[in-house]
């Protein structure tokens, strides 16, 4: 930083200059202070040196910032208790860092001094650098911000500002990175000392310039609600330099920035503009500051309501416009006498912007009247501006700005505008909007003819119906001489050219006609065929296109290439004479293709072209650069293409078009079919998959219902076995059965016609009843009969076992018996024979039986043997068809008995379910006989307190209890 110290060692001998002496002094006073504010331990040395410091800041500028910098940032952060000091360094540093302060003159003419001052411009920025090179700088200043002392908080918001204007990005990029800077920096403003807040202002409008990060911050920390209350105090319209200053920072934290705009509607803020424009009409003091702050209010407006905007964000913002006043407002404004052009411009402009494209703020400046004698509308007012040429240019260019805003997307506005022109709606008392645009048509005034058929252009833009309807307009040229409608009167003028003398551009008036022309038959073949019926309009285009005219006309050439082309794409071949081929010959042989194409393409290329083409406002410096229109370029752009393939086409290729156009519109016609058909089920199946859920919903309530009912069922039942265990009397049914009607919603009600009622419920349910009893008695009868079957059925097996020889205990023991003996005389059977087959095989020589056994009697015993063996095998064959026979008759005997027990079950089960019917029934009889009890009752009580009230109560009840009551009399006894 002490870059100069080594520059001048010391004052050398000998005479010097007079400027090199002041330069030494300089230094050499600055580094004394310098080294006093380093090196001195008492504050108030160090502070008399960084005072002096100061002084000598606003002239030395160079010598301070190079060595005195770091000492004061020192100061900054070492002396934060003293505020006197803190002002001090504060005030220096600012003097270096501004380029608000007094630069030391010369005091020669010396080479190096004027070099000094040619650099002293840059140092502001240099010193910056140095500063915010060390980002703890900058947070020390934030703190700094803080401090209530005027001394401290007022140099640190001046050096801060100072810093934003040399180095804006750098320090915003800080600010960003340091928290709660900008809440600090907010807090400014409720400072009750105006010098602060004002400046906090300009401190803010720093640092949101450019950023849109930091412009949310400062917009979501209440910014817009303090700016307001601030112009409103300090008067709006009518208050100072501080209403400038807030309307530039509303201006700054809503330009090109959606989300605070949306912010500031959805905040209802938009409410709180119309007291702003609260122009009295007989205020003629319109203060400069007044006007700067009138206008910056009209540009607030129009930020929000921009084209460029979201087209939602725009349209909210018209609706709540209209709806809080602010429309109403300016259209005030617009009629009143006596305000500004500059205002008045602005107004036309704001007004332009607030009614584009939505439907009801046009209608209702349709409706807006200037205050004059007769009413007129104010769109024939602005109108009778636009083309009088004694008014000022931006003036017309606005005006013309506010009739196409009042026509975009506005096809009601643009059949009123047509049928002012129409023979049946034209007034010779008034002068109407359609009067206005063809006086200024045919005027002696270029600028006059560009804005009348532009602003006519406009009433027919995407709009066939007004298209056809303008055909219909016909004009009076002379005495005389029959009436030419609007289309040929156009093309007169066109083609007359340069024999009219006219005020102002030379292709001013032929551009107009040819952007309305083209306007008008673009997507109207009628107007091309009415264009085309006049024998001489053809031949004028291809001699326009074919010849080498100058520059300025090559524009000319342009546009007239874009009607012929208009001619060929919408030509419906009407024309025996001008059919597509033909036209299209005709440019092949006249012109060329090529140089065709090449005279339409130098439209787009055209600078004023991709101008108008940026934004809808006209803006322009001189009247001889409005050429073109926006709507107007959009309209190039999308025919210029389209020219381009049908002037090139051969009739082979268009007839293959028209064979592939008819083809798709089958295939379209096909696919709609199909579209439709698709759409027909679709509607049945969503009606269909509506009854399925209609009728899902139904059966899950009649299943929660069905839960209920058995859940109550269940606890009545276990209600009545309760009662039933305990032995209460069968009356205490009635209750429970009161308690259930009362769960269920049932509700006894005291009047006669209920008691008709459950009378005849009663008397159902006993013929129900009896009716039960007698199915009751028949089912009781089976039982006793199948009963009866069954017993026979035992006796009949106990007989069987009987026979058997058997004991009569139990029919399975007594076959396992009989199983049990088969077997044993079945393996006896076997021993036998066994030992029969043993001694036929043993040989009679034995030793033993040769002298003991005679062979006859041996021969006998086996004869016996034999017979015993064949009897038991007889017996046995015997027993074994007594038991298969006993296996059947028991088998069918168990099959009567399963279904005989079946059957019992089944009637027991009936007989349980008609025993719980006739004592269900029996119950609600019961119930019904005390509700009819009650009911009695009830009415007895009722007719007693009638009599009581003095009431003639004579029925059968009351005769009767009379009778008895003298019978009672009577009886002695």
Request: overall charge negative; hydrophobic content about 35%.
């Amino acid at each position: 930083m002490n870059f100069l110290r080594g520059v001048i060692g010391g004052q050398s001998a000998g005479p010097q200059p007079s400027g090199a002496e002041t330069k030494q002094w300089r230094i050499s006073q600055v580094q004394k202070l310098c080294d006093r504010v380093a090196s001195s331990t008492l504050l108030d040395d160090r502070r008399d040196a960084v005072r002096a410091l100061k002084s000598l800041s606003k002239k030395y500028r160079l010598e301070v910032g190079s060595q005195a910098m770091d000492h004061l940032i020192n100061v900054l952060q070492m002396d934060r208790s003293d505020s006197e000091i803190i002002g001090y360094a504060l005030d220096t540093l600012y003097n270096l860092i501004s380029n608000d302060v007094e630069e030391e003159e010369p005091a020669d003419g010396s080479e190096e001094e004027n070099i000094q001052k040619s650099s002293s411009d840059d140092l502001p920025i240099q010193f910056t650098e140095v500063f915010i090179k060390h980002q703890e700088n900058l947070t020390l200043l934030f703190t700094f911000l803080e401090e209530f002392d005027f001394h401290v908080r007022w140099p640190a918001v001046k050096l801060l500002t100072a810093l934003l204007k040399n180095a804006g990005p750098q320090v915003q990029q800080i600010i960003l990175a340091s928290p709660m800077a900008v809440s600090k920096m907010m807090d400014l403003l409720a400072d009750t000392r105006e010098v602060i807040r004002n400046d906090g202002l300009l401190l803010l409008q720093q640092i949101t310039k450019g950023n849109a990060a930091i412009q949310k911050i400062v917009a979501f920390d209440n910014a817009f609600e303090r700016l307001l209350d601030i112009i409103t105090e300090e008067g709006m319209s009518d208050g100072g330099i501080v209403v400038e200053d807030c309307l530039l920072l509303l201006l700054n934290l809503m330009k090109n920035n959606s989300s605070n705009q949306n912010f500031f509607k959805e905040s209802s803020y938009i409410q709180r503009m119309k007291p702003w424009f609260e122009v009295a009409e007989e205020n003629s003091s319109w203060s400069a500051q007044k006007v700067t702050n009138l206008h910056l209010m009209l540009q607030l407006v129009r930020v929000l309501v921009s084209p460029v905007n979201p087209p939602g964000a725009t349209s909210n913002c018209q609706k709540s416009a209209f709806q809080c006043g602010v429309l109403q407002q300016l259209c005030t404004i617009l009629m009143a006498t006596g305000v500004p052009a500059d205002i008045l411009t602005e107004t036309i402009n704001t007004v332009s912007e607030v009614i584009r494209g939505s439907q009801v703020n046009q209608d209702y400046f349709s409706s807006v009247n200037a205050p004059s004698s007769p009413p007129r509308p104010a769109i024939v007012v602005l109108l009778m501006s636009m083309v009088n040429e004694r008014q000022p240019f931006v003036l017309r260019c606005a005006v013309l700005y506010c009739f196409q805003c009042f026509l975009y997307k506005n096809q009601k506005g643009q059949a009123e505008i047509v049928a002012t022109l129409l023979p049946a709606t034209i007034d010779a008392n008034s002068i109407s909007a359609g009067q206005l645009l063809c006086g200024g048509l045919f005027s002696a005034d270029s600028l006059s003819n560009w804005c009348a058929a532009v602003a006519l252009a406009h009433a027919l833009q995407d709009n066939s119906i007004q298209k056809e309807q303008l055909l219909r307009v016909q004009l009076a040229t002379s005495l005389g001489n029959p009436p030419v409608s609007l289309l040929q009167q156009c093309t007169n003028i066109l083609s007359q050219g340069d024999k009219i003398n006219r005020r102002g551009s030379k292709v001013q008036t032929r551009v107009g006609l040819l952007m309305l022309l083209s306007t008008w038959m673009t997507n109207c073949p009628i107007a091309v065929t009415h264009f085309l019926h006049n024998q001489t309009n053809v031949p004028f285009l291809t001699a326009q296109i074919s010849e080498n005219l100058g520059e300025e006309e090559q524009l000319v050439q342009g546009l007239c290439a874009l009607l012929l082309g208009i001619c060929i794409y919408y030509n419906e071949n009407s024309l025996e004479n001008y059919t597509k081929e033909k036209l299209k010959q005709l440019i092949e042989k006249r012109i060329g293709k090529e140089i065709f194409i090449e005279k339409l393409a130098y439209i787009s290329k055209h600078e004023l072209y991709s101008r108008a083409g940026q934004k809808p406002q006209p803006s322009y410096s001189t009247p001889e650069q409005m050429l073109f229109d926006h709507e107007f370029t959009k309209l190039v752009k999308e025919l210029e293409v389209l020219i381009t393939k049908a002037v090139q086409k051969s009739s082979e290729d268009e007839k293959k078009e028209e064979e592939v156009k008819k083809s798709l519109e089958q295939h379209d016609s096909i696919v709609s079919q199909y579209k439709e058909l698709i759409r027909d089920q679709d509607m049945q199946l969503n009606e269909l998959k509506k009854q399925v859920t209609f009728l899902t919903g139904q059966n899950d309530q009649s299943q929660t219902t069905i839960a209920q009912q058995a859940s109550q069922i269940q606890q009545l039942k276990d209600q009545y076995n309760l009662l039933k265990i305990q032995g209460k009397p069968f009356d205490s049914h009635h209750h429970i059965h009161n308690e259930a009607a009362q769960i269920n919603g049932i509700q006894p009600k005291a009047d006669v016609e209920e008691m008709g009622r459950l009378q005849e419920k009663l008397e159902e349910l006993r013929k129900q009843q009896s009716i039960l009893e007698g199915q009751l008695a028949e089912k009781e009868s089976i039982i006793e009969k199948l009963r009866t079957n069954q017993m026979k059925g035992n006796k009949d097996i106990e007989v069987c076992m009987e026979n058997t020889g058997e004991p009569m205990t139990d029919l399975h023991k007594e076959l396992e018996t009989l199983r049990i003996l088969v077997q044993t005389q079945a393996a006896e059977i076997s021993q036998l024979q066994a030992k029969h087959q043993e001694l036929e095989n043993q040989p009679f020589t034995m030793t033993g039986l040769e002298s003991d056994v005679d062979p006859d009697s041996a021969l006998t015993k086996i004869i016996q043997l034999e017979n015993r063996v064949s009897a038991l095998d007889d017996e046995n064959q015997m027993l074994k068809g007594q038991v298969k026979v006993l296996t059947q008759e028991k088998n069918s005997l168990d099959e009567q008995l399963t279904s005989t027990n079946s059957t019992v079950v089944i009637l027991q089960t009936d007989k349980s379910k008609l025993q719980q019917e006739v004592m269900e029934s029996k119950k609600e009889q019961d119930d019904l006989l005390v509700l009819l009890a009650d009911q009695d009752q009830k009415i007895f009580t009722l007719k007693n307190k009638l009599k009581e009230l003095g009431e003639p109560v004579e029925d059968e009840d009351d005769m009767e209890s009379g009778d008895q009551e003298e019978d009672d009399e009577d009886d002695p006894n």
